[in-house]
C-alpha cells in the first residue's frame, strides 16, 4: 500500500490557512483591545473635574449636561475624551448627569432643555455662551482655543439675559422647568 504523502499544492495550501487564521486572531484581538479603549460617559463622567471646583479654581470650563441613556452623548464621548487630554491641562471638563436631581438647580438656572447641552465659562465662572446637541470635535476645539485665549468663542450661541419672574399675577400655579418632567410636575 502506498503511503498517503500530502502534496505539495495541499502543504501551502495548509500554510496560507494556518496563516491567515493567525493575522485573524492577531487583528481580532488588537480590534477588541482598541475598542475597549474608547472611554464611557461613566468613566469620563468619574474622572471629571467637580463642578464645586471648577468654579473657583480659576480655570475656563466647558460643563457638559448628559445623560447615560442618550445616543448623542455616547457618540461625542471619543471626541470628548480626546478633548480633554488635548485640553484639560487649561480647561476644566465638568459633566452633569440630568438623571441625577442633585443637578436640578443648575439645569433649570442654564435652561437644560435638551442633551447634551454645553455651557462655556470664562476664568471667573462666569457662562459666556451655549449649546445644544451633538457638536463636531473642530466646533468644539475652536470654542475651547478663544475660551483659554480669552477671545470672543467663534462658534457660540450667546446666553441673552431674563428677567426672574417676582410672582404670578394671575395667582397661577407654574409648572417646573425639568426636561424629564415634561410638563408633569407642579408647584404651588
Known amino acids: 500500500m502506498a503511503?498517503?504523502?500530502?502534496?505539495?499544492?495541499?502543504?501551502?495550501?495548509?500554510?496560507?490557512?494556518?496563516?491567515?487564521?493567525?493575522?485573524?486572531?492577531v487583528a481580532v484581538f488588537f480590534g477588541l483591545r482598541t475598542q475597549s479603549a474608547t472611554p464611557s460617559l461613566a468613566?469620563?463622567?468619574?474622572?471629571?473635574t467637580p463642578y464645586e471646583l471648577a468654579q473657583t479654581n480659576g480655570k475656563p470650563t466647558l460643563l457638559e449636561f448628559y445623560a447615560d441613556w442618550c445616543t448623542s452623548c455616547q457618540a461625542?464621548?471619543?471626541?470628548?475624551?480626546?478633548?480633554?487630554q488635548t485640553y484639560g491641562d487649561r480647561v476644566n471638563f465638568v459633566m452633569l448627569n440630568i438623571d441625577n436631581d442633585k443637578w436640578l438647580p443648575e439645569m433649570l438656572e442654564y435652561r437644560v432643555d435638551g442633551i447634551p447641552h454645553f455651557v462655556y465659562f470664562d476664568q471667573g465662572s462666569t457662562p459666556i455662551a451655549t449649546a445644544i446637541g451633538e457638536q463636531p470635535r473642530s466646533i468644539l476645539a475652536d470654542n475651547l482655543d478663544a475660551l483659554i485665549a480669552s477671545a470672543p468663542l467663534p462658534h457660540a450661541q450667546t446666553l441673552g439675559r431674563a428677567s426672574e419672574i417676582a410672582t404670578d399675577p394671575l395667582n397661577r400655579r407654574a409648572v417646573i422647568d425639568d426636561p424629564r418632567a415634561h410638563g408633569s410636575q407642579v408647584v404651588n
Request: hydrophobic share 55%; glycine share 2%; charged share 15%.
Open 76 to 84: 461625542m464621548a471619543p471626541e470628548m475624551a480626546d478633548l480633554r
Open 3 to 25: 503511503a498517503n504523502v500530502p502534496s505539495s499544492g495541499n502543504t501551502l495550501r495548509n500554510l496560507v490557512v494556518a496563516l491567515a487564521a493567525i493575522l485573524l486572531t
Open 43 to 48: 468613566t469620563l463622567a468619574k474622572t471629571a
